[in-house]
C-alpha cells in the first residue's frame, strides 16, 4: 500500500442514509473518481454547510472562535491530514505553523474539515486510505449524488419564496441569519441565488 498524498476537495453534505440525525460529508481526490464518505454529527455539518454556502453568522460559532483565537495567537493551519482508518472511524491531524514551530494536533475528522474550509487550507490523505475507503459515486443516480444541502425539506421551503421579491428575500435572508436559523438562511439564499442565475 502506497503512502503517497493525495488531496481532497469537499463535494458536499448529505443526510446519511446509515445513521439517523447524521450526516455524510464527501471528499472528493481532486485528480481522480473516487470519494470518501465520512458520518459527521448534525452540529459539524452545519458549520461546514455555513462556510459551503458562504453564510456569515452574527456570533461567532465554535469554529469561528477557534480561528479567531488561532490567529489571535498568530497560529496557522498549514494543512489538514487524514492520516488514519481504523473500524471504521477516519482520524485526522492539524498540522499548524506558530513562529518556526510546527505542531501536529488531533482532530476528529468533521471538526478538522470546518477548520480547513475557515483557514483556506489543503485536506490531504494518504493513497492507503483513499485505495481502501474510497468509493466511485454514480452520478446518474440521483439517490446517490451528494448535494450541498442540509434539509430535506428544500422543495416545500422553496414554494413558500416564489412570491418574495429579492428584496424581501434579502431582508428574510439576514432575519434568518440574525436568529441563527441556518437552514432556513440556506433555503432563502439557495431561492436568491437560483433567481439570479436565471
Known sequence: MSNKKVKLNILGLSYSQTQSGAYALVLAEEEGDRRIP?????V???????????????RPLTHDLFL????????????????KL???IFYSELICQRGE??????SRTSDA????????????TYESIIEKAGIVLDFDSKEEQPVKKTSTTKPVSAEKYKEK???????????????EDY????????????REEE
Do not use: M
Open 165 to 179: 421579491s429579492i428584496e424581501e428575500l434579502k431582508k428574510l435572508l439576514q432575519e434568518a441569519i440574525e436568529g
Open 113 to 124: 474539515v470546518a477548520l480547513a474550509l475557515r483557514f483556506e487550507c489543503p485536506i490531504y
Open 101 to 106: 514551530e510546527q505542531l501536529h494536533i488531533d
Open 68 to 83: 479567531n483565537f488561532s490567529k489571535s495567537f498568530e497560529i496557522e493551519i498549514l494543512e489538514v491530514v487524514i492520516y
Open 38 to 42: 465520512i458520518i459527521i454529527g448534525g
Open 86 to 88: 481504523e473500524e471504521g
Open 44 to 58: 459539524e455539518a452545519q458549520s461546514i454547510a455555513i462556510k459551503l454556502e458562504g453564510l456569515e453568522p452574527p
Open 183 to 194: 437552514e432556513r438562511a440556506s433555503d432563502i439564499r439557495d431561492e436568491i441565488n437560483s
